[in-house]
């Protein structure tokens, strides 16, 4: 397990690890995110009073990525809209927390 050579905020696991059942990923503290889903929040490079929406966040691990990284540059201004499983979440879903990092399989 070692952290990513581009993104300091995910971990990287052999490939065939399965934490699925893992208690911090039960728990909400780590992410299962593929390295992919994990380059737009860092390509945004989202800055200290950015006013971020994310019009397709559904179901808003990439939402919750910016959240984080916003949280971290002390700005935290993210609104959601999406509607998924006949339901319209308008940012009462999924919440970012500074504290979770991302897990990847190479």
Known sequence: VHI??????????????????????????????????????HALNPQPGWHVVDCCAAPGNKTTHV??????????SLGTSDTYDGAADHGGGKKGRSGKQRATGE
């Open 4 to 41: 990513d050579d581009l993104l300091p905020d995910a971990l990287v696991f052999p490939p065939g690890t399965d934490l699925h059942d893992h208690p911090l990923v039960q728990q909400g503290v780590l992410v299962l995110q593929s390295k992919a889903s994990c380059m737009p929040a």
């Open 67 to 76: 959240a984080a990284l916003l949280h971290a540059a002390n700005s935290s």
